[in-house]
């Protein structure tokens, strides 16, 4: 029996539908938008429910995410002193953090596991037809209109693609309407799907894929495509019980062919051949030479909010995810953010005593997170869009909890009773 009739918490609702607002506001030196609002609202309560239990056993990538912000306020103070650091590392443990153990806290079962996925969803859809209209007639007409009540992102400048304008809708940039869209295509696929007819699937399914390849970058057209190609392997060989050992076999034997037969590193090869045009692949390159130097040469605190080591012409901005990190906190600051992501992904990966709905489910899960992790290497998360990776690396750890108590009447009772008690701490709080 499903536990679909669960609601969303509406935290989460809120927080979801804040992520598709572009106004920014601000208060003093202190930029606000809506889906910080909806993060520093539930900052204590979560964390105090985290405390006491009620998100379930403490998992390595809780720790691991303290950890980061721990080491990233450390590195800031090292740089730049302890009066410069405050506002920047208060901002940083809050959207870290914060979405991360909101997922822990409200998404404790398959139901609300499921309408978080419907929300996002809708949200994507509900933006389809104006990115149509902002590709064709080169307005981004959506953002206008928010424009009119409170002031909004900039609206990013691109070259034209295929004759296209790279449709930005509500997000600061192409790319991250690109990532932010297409990062549910797997649970859409699988989740909210699941019980639905051949033609709708492929329906809701198309929606994501279309909406997303509007943004016209390589980086997030990959992730999705990534993510096709996985779901069509676990259903090519889902009678194989070792078919993701085979996967991880050719993989490493892909990584060695590449590095033995080409003249480029991996990272290079991989950055240069799948990218639109060559001129953003050689920037990617340069990206990833000069941002390794600059680590090599910051190794344990980084340079923090400082200028990192380039040649002068090169602009400042760090297109890798993967990478920033390291480069602003140190080798300490890289390692925790990918150990914490890797964790999230891993230990639900491996999860064992699944039933068969919840394997399908753990298995579009981790090809989704696989996705941002690939997209990862090619572009930087900010703002919306790495509040919302935070927040899909906590909305699958109820998953690990499932490993252990399957999705019993009894056990769907003691969530809801978890998620009543929650509401209680947040109202007293």
């Not at 918490?9 to 809506?34: E, H, Q, R, Y």
């Not at 639905?196 to 929606?207: A, D, E, N, Y």
């Not at 090519?236 to 019980?241: F, S, T």
């Not at 914490?340 to 709905?357: H, I, P, Q, R, T």
Request: glycine letters at 8%; hydrophobic letters at 50%.
């Amino acid at each position: 029996m499903r536990a679909s009739s669960q609601r969303l918490a509406l935290p989460v609702s809120l927080f979801l539908v804040a992520l598709f607002i572009p106004w920014i506001f601000k208060v003093g030196s202190l930029a606000l938008s809506p889906y910080r609002l909806v993060l520093v609202a539930t900052f204590v309560p979560c964390l105090l429910a985290w405390l006491s239990g009620k998100a379930g056993r403490i998992r390595a990538a809780d720790i691991l995410l303290f950890l980061y912000c721990g080491w990233a306020t450390v590195s800031l103070i090292a740089n730049h002193g302890i009066g410069a650091s405050f506002q920047t590392a208060g901002i940083l443990l809050i959207e870290t953090v914060g979405p991360y153990l909101m997922a822990r806290c409200y998404i404790r079962n398959i139901g609300s596991f499921r309408e978080m996925i419907r929300l996002l969803f809708w949200m994507v859809a509900f933006l389809l037809p104006f990115a149509i209209l902002e590709a064709i007639a080169n307005r981004d007409v959506i953002m206008d209109l928010f424009s009119t009540v409170l002031p909004t992102h900039v609206i990013a400048i691109t070259e034209p693609r295929w004759g296209l304008r790279r449709v930005q809708t509500v997000f600061e940039h192409p790319i991250l309407h690109g990532v932010v869209c297409g990062s549910i295509l797997a649970l859409v696929f699988t989740v909210l799907s699941d019980g639905q007819s051949t033609s709708k699937r492929w329906l809701m399914t198309g929606v994501v894929a279309v909406t997303t390849f509007l943004c016209f970058s390589s980086g997030p057209l990959t992730a999705i495509a990534a993510q096709a190609m996985l779901l069509g392997w676990n259903w090519v060989l889902r009678g194989n019980k070792n078919r993701w050992k085979l996967l991880w076999a050719m993989v490493f034997a892909a990584y060695v062919f590449v590095s033995m037969a080409s003249n480029q590193t991996v990272p290079e090869f991989f950055i240069t051949h799948f990218a639109f045009d060559q001129l953003s692949a050689g920037y990617r390159v340069l990206i990833w030479n000069f941002g390794t130097e600059s680590v090599l040469n910051h190794p344990v605190f980084g340079v923090g909010l400082g200028e990192w080591d380039r040649p002068s012409w090169m602009p400042p901005s760090i297109d890798m995810f993967w990478l920033i990190h390291a480069v602003y906190y140190g080798l300490p600051g890289g390692i925790l953010m990918m150990a914490a992501f890797l964790s999230s992904a891993f230990s639900v990966g491996y999860a064992k005593g699944l039933n068969e709905e919840t394997s399908r489910y753990k298995t579009a899960y981790v090809i989704a997170l696989t996705g941002l992790f690939m997209v990862g290497w090619t572009v930087h998360f900010w703002n919306t869009t790495y509040v919302l990776v935070m927040f899909l690396m906590g909305a699958g750890t109820f998953l690990l909890d499932a490993a252990t108590e399957q999705d019993t009447p009894r056990s769907r009772r003691r969530a809801s009773a978890q998620t009543r008690g929650l509401g209680r701490a947040r109202t007293r709080s």
